[in-house]
């Protein structure tokens, strides 16, 4: 397995240098699509159910294709959708895939990355997952039926769309993620919690506040689409009972008002597994600012990533690219399973025990419940490694790479730091989810560090870390 592995990524590499002799004129092209639900709808991402019976603000998927060519041969492509979702559950890539493909025969279907922006209060996509007795509420094989055709419609549009473009990036700087995973005196780590207890002693890990983002114009200088690339999820209004793609919403409302009603903006989110737009500390006072100055926090959050995508785009416009070199690499790698240990089952056993009296903890009680599955599968020696889909790529001077998972902030920051890219755009949630901790994170416990939020652990955290580190310097390596 490892020596046919090396085999590929050689023949891959071979390739890769080829490619890259020279650089290609670059074609691009962008579309947006509603994939806001017809109502009532469940929505996903908490523990108990929520009937959406309004909409809010409407959830999108934004798409752009790139395509590098030399003369009428096509050298590279790649397709991004970046949904308003949760996630991308099982099941969802493979069917936009198998529906796209007859429509545009010209791209390399295996090129396409769908990713989500966590907003919580997009509907769900798998059928049992929570308890609904309404028979005028949209069920999930209905929404993922009428999402599939609008993914495909809006891929098909941004791919027909592409024409010859320039590419700039840069970055800056927004306060929009903050850490929201803490360690007390008796050793327990939590999600958020209350920190004004007297045996809260910090903040478990770190934070990134970096906006990086890419630019693309037609050759009439006018802006076709930008991804923007921020380390938090999009769930500011997580709990609420309606449709609302989250900070985003505001996000593409302000920069389309300044630069063009036909901008495409994308959501990619980082490497925030354990990061979330929900103040830690200094509350009163942050919301003091944000009153003083007449807004919502969406409305302040909004602001704070437009002007960092200001900032950069007053940058990039000053270096703006059309004979990029591009490289699309997709590979499958294989994460081991995070074991359940016997420890672990048994306290499953009782938190079933313990939500198993009303019927509206059912999510929490399945939640547990394949705690007990998968240690009875382990023990039977049924190990099932995580196969998961990563992309890397290179344009120009930036490494772009994707990962299922919500990814700890720490593993992104390993990654920015080893890459020999200028920049590095992490894109989490390009596949079902489920958290990877830290080592840290998994000895001190809590909800996303526990063994009920990981199919993969640490471990995997790791391997994702230096497949994906391997994968960025093979396009760089015949710069050294």
């Known amino acids: 397995m490892h020596n046919s592995r090396l085999l590929l990524a050689t023949l891959c590499f071979t390739a890769l240098v080829s490619s890259m002799a020279s650089a290609a004129t670059l074609h691009v092209g962008a579309h947006t699509t509603s994939i806001t639900p017809e109502l009532p709808v469940a929505l996903t991402g908490q523990m108990t159910t929520r009937i959406a019976r309004s909409v809010e603000s409407e959830i999108q998927a934004n798409a752009m294709a790139l395509e590098s060519r030399e003369g009428d041969t096509v050298i590279e492509q790649a397709l991004f959708v970046a949904c308003g979702l949760v996630a991308i559950r099982e099941?969802?890539?493979?069917?936009?895939?198998?529906?796209?493909?007859?429509?545009?025969?010209d791209f390399d279907i295996q090129k396409l990355v769908l990713s989500a922006t966590h907003t919580h209060t997009a509907p769900v996509l798998l059928e049992g997952k929570y308890e609904v007795n309404d028979p005028e509420v949209m069920t999930p094989t209905a929404y993922v039926d009428f999402l599939v055709l609008r993914v495909v419609d809006a891929a098909e549009a941004a791919w027909k769309s592409r024409r010859p473009a320039k590419a700039g990036w840069g970055m800056s700087h927004a306060v929009v993620a903050y850490n929201r995973r803490s360690y007390f005196e008796d050793g327990h780590h939590q999600m958020y919690?209350?920190?004004?207890?007297?045996?809260?002693?910090?903040?478990?890990?770190?934070?990134?506040?970096?906006v990086e983002v890419l630019f693309f114009w037609g050759e009439?200088?006018?802006?076709?689409?930008?991804?923007?690339?921020?380390?938090?999820?999009?769930?500011?209004?997580?709990?609420?009972?309606?449709?609302?793609?989250?900070?985003?919403h505001p996000v593409r409302e302000g920069l389309k008002e300044k630069y063009g009603k036909d901008l495409v903006v994308l959501g990619w989110i980082g490497a925030a597994g354990d990061q979330s737009p929900h103040i830690r500390y200094r509350q009163k006072a942050e919301d003091r600012m944000r009153e003083l100055r007449g807004l919502t926090r969406l409305e302040e959050i909004a602001r704070r990533v437009i002007n960092a995508w200001e900032e950069a785009y007053e940058g990039a416009a000053k270096e703006k690219f059309d004979d990029l070199p591009l490289v699309h690499q997709v590979e499958t790698i294989q994460l081991p399973e995070r074991i359940v240990t016997e420890e672990e089952m048994n306290d499953a056993k009782k938190e079933i025990e313990k939500w198993s009296k009303d019927i509206k903890f059912s999510r929490r009680v399945k939640w547990h419940e394949k705690v007990l599955t998968r240690y009875e599968r382990q023990q039977g020696g049924d190990i099932v490694p995580y196969a998961m889909e990563l992309h890397t790529?290179?344009?120009?001077?930036?490494?772009?790479?994707?990962?299922d998972f919500e990814f700890f902030t720490q593993y992104g920051i390993q990654i920015k730091a080893k890459s020999p890219a200028l920049h590095s755009f992490l894109i989490q949630l390009a596949g079902p989810g489920t958290y990877i901790p830290t080592p840290i994170a998994a000895a001190g416990g809590g909800y996303s560090a526990i063994v009920q939020s990981n199919d993969v652990g640490p471990e995997g955290g790791q391997v994702i870390v230096d497949e994906t580190v391997r994968a960025v310097k093979e396009m760089w390596a015949e710069e050294k």
């Open 91 to 105: 099941g969802l890539l493979e069917r936009v895939r198998e529906e796209l493909a007859p429509r545009i025969p």
């Open 393 to 403: 790529l290179r344009l120009g001077d930036i490494a772009i790479a994707t990962n």
């Open 193 to 210: 919690g209350d920190i004004r207890v007297d045996g809260f002693r910090g903040i478990e890990g770190p934070e990134d506040h970096a």
């Open 220 to 248: 009439d200088d006018q802006l076709i689409t930008t991804a923007v690339n921020i380390a938090c999820p999009a769930q500011e209004v997580e709990s609420r009972n309606a449709v609302n793609a989250d900070f985003w």
